[in-house]
């Protein structure tokens, strides 16, 4: 993981009086040693009626929410100016939010960008917010989703890898994961695990096989295990990580991982992910997901270092509705 000297702090609501995310996201940024970009996008659409109905031409809502949302952000960064961090804002009309935050943390070419997991309704009780999801899948820079307000002091930093590359994760990034979590536990001077859930995911499969007994099946199960085992235990003796650091859980990961972070009091968890498309990336993304959702801490996700992402560079601008067609009364 490269050093990190600029951070892109996405405000959700720069309205909220409250904001302890932001002031969690900006104590982190000070440890790190990093300056700040403060940044919002305007992704409210505009309803072109609403042109004759305020008196307002489109130019004037744009230059008035530009500049109601500057003055909130101003406010934030005086604050974390006065902590120590070099701070900036800045506002934009474009969307999908998602999109929104990789274009600007490309264009500033920051190290790390920090943002709030959504909270309230979701598309399905396990599924995370929409927006945190597709952050996280299309950003080509680590992502920092805080989950929680509570402070890092002496973090316990939990890294989760899969040497045994069951999900069909690149090689190189079970160690870019480690470095990334190494690198935050040498600045934070924190404590350092490491965790796999050996659970072969071909498993699933070979049960569904009606010539599969019992027996080979059983004996299946244990070479996966073996294999799996086998390559965590090589990983983390080239890591230099100590035995006594090192968890080998038997069990699904979506419910091992959040799990042990439970057990361990773990103040952040390093992930990786890697951008599928079609069905393929449903299918590998549900394990991840309910990993994400499931965890009680903070969650940084870092991609291979192959990784390009795919969000157009040019900013969309101000969603303009136009005026929707009256339908016809039913006669």
């Known amino acids: 993981m490269h050093p990190i000297r600029r951070i892109l702090i ?3 609501n720069p309205d909220t009086r409250r904001q302890p995310g932001i002031d969690k996201a900006i104590r982190i940024a000070r440890r790190l040693g990093a300056s700040v970009e403060l940044f919002h996008a305007i992704s409210t659409p505009v309803f072109l009626e609403l042109e004759p109905l305020t008196g307002h031409s489109l130019a004037q809502i744009k ?4 500049d109601l949302r500057r003055k909130r952000l101003d406010k934030i960064a005086q604050r974390a100016r006065k902590a120590g961090v070099a701070t900036t804002s800045h506002v934009a009309w474009d969307f999908p939010p998602h999109e929104a935050i990789v274009r600007r943390a490309e264009h500033i070419h920051a190290d790390l960008v920090i943002a709030e997991c959504h909270q309230g309704k979701r598309l399905k009780p396990w599924l995370m917010h929409l927006t945190d999801w597709e952050l996280l899948r299309l950003s080509a820079q680590p992502v920092l989703l805080l989950k929680n307000a509570r402070p890092w002091r002496e973090p316990v930093i939990l890294a ?3 040497p045994a590359h069951a999900h069909a994760k690149p090689a190189r990034l079970d160690d870019a994961i480690v470095e990334s979590a190494k690198a935050l536990n040498r600045t934070l ?3 350092f695990e490491l965790v796999h859930a050996n659970f072969p995911a071909a498993f699933g499969s070979l049960m569904a096989d ?3 007994d019992g027996a080979t099946l059983a004996a299946a199960y244990d070479q996966q295990k073996a294999a799996s085992k086998a390559a965590f235990d090589k990983f983390a003796a080239r890591a230099r990580i100590p035995k006594n650091r090192c968890h080998l859980l038997d069990t699904d990961p979506s419910f091992a991982i959040p799990h ?5 009091g773990a103040d952040l968890v390093v992930m990786g992910a890697v951008s599928r498309s079609g069905l393929k990336r449903v299918f590998i993304g549900n394990t991840a997901e309910r990993v994400l959702d499931a965890l009680p ?6 991609k291979p270092a192959q990784f390009a992402s795919r969000v157009e560079h040019r900013t969309r ?3 303009v509705v136009p005026p929707q067609p009256l339908m016809p009364m039913a006669v």
Not at 63 to 66: D, N, V
Not at 260 to 264: F, K, N, P
């Open 317 to 319: 601008g101000m969603r």
């Open 297 to 302: 801490c903070d969650v940084l996700v870092v």
């Open 189 to 191: 001077k924190g404590s």
């Open 160 to 162: 989760a890898v899969d």
């Open 260 to 264: 042990l972070a439970r057990a361990l």
């Open 63 to 66: 230059r008035e929410s530009l």
């Open 10 to 12: 996405a405000v959700k």
């Open 210 to 212: 009606p010539a599969m």
